[in-house]
Antibody, heavy 121, light 109 residues
């Protein structure tokens, strides 16, 4: 059974940093691209970014709204994807979901349960 | 950037058919994926590549895509289908490579 479990969310002040983790199981993690999607309270879904598998260079792409502030990385030996969020803004407040993508640019096959990030002073 | 427009809400009686549209410029030339999100839960993929169903998704869910509109159809609607539904495409020219629709709340009367 595929499982994606996010952790690391919480309350953080504007301008500070936070790192989210996504621990995967039930599939060959290294073969998949991993993506992050967020959802502000009461709002729709917004793609944040993704990291390709090592077979495709392990490179990253980001939404314009987070480019230069957020960084996605992966540790295939531990089956973990990370989302490093710097210079956080109040508008980054959202539930952050980790998702798997079997082959870019296809659909988000599996989703974690999400972790809430609240940016507030 | 590429915009996907969905009706905010659709209401349907049990046993009837719900149709949720997703409008976008020449969306028929793109692959459309659909997600179901129930309150307090993560989204679930229900249709991929316009009309394919992942394993475990009932045959009542189907999709089509042509011209400027993609459609998710839910046949023989059940109370458990009440949820928000989002369409999604890939658009490499957009500032958001993955673009989601605005979402549609399906209410079962």
């Amino acid at each position: 059974e595929v499982q994606l479990v996010e952790s690391g969310g919480g309350l953080v002040q504007p301008g500070r940093s936070l790192r989210l983790s996504c621990t995967a199981s039930g599939f060959t993690f290294g073969d998949y691209a991993m993506s992050w999607v967020r959802q502000a309270p009461g709002k729709g879904l917004e793609w944040v970014g993704f990291i390709r598998s090592k077979a495709y260079g392990g490179t990253t792409e980001y939404a314009a709204s987070v480019k230069g502030r957020f960084t996605i990385s992966r540790d295939d030996s531990k089956s973990i994807a990370y989302l490093q969020m710097n210079s956080l803004k109040t508008e980054d407040t959202a539930v952050y979901y980790c998702t798997s993508v079997q082959l870019l640019p296809s659909s988000f096959d599996y989703w974690g349960q999400g972790t809430l990030v609240t940016v507030s002073s | 950037s590429y915009v996907l427009t969905q009706p905010p809400s659709v209401s349907v009686a049990p046993g009837k058919t719900a149709r949720i549209t997703c409008g976008g410029n020449n969306i028929g030339s793109k692959s459309v994926h659909w997600y179901q999100q129930k309150p307090g839960q993560a989204p679930v993929l229900v249709i991929y590549y316009d009309s394919d169903r992942p394993s475990g998704i009932p045959e009542r869910f189907s999709g089509s895509n042509s011209g400027n509109t993609a459609t998710l159809t839910i046949s023989r609607v059940e109370a458990g289908d009440e949820a928000d539904y989002y369409c999604q495409v890939w658009d490499s020219s957009s500032d958001h490579n993955y673009v989601f629709g605005t979402g549609t709340k399906v209410t079962v009367l």
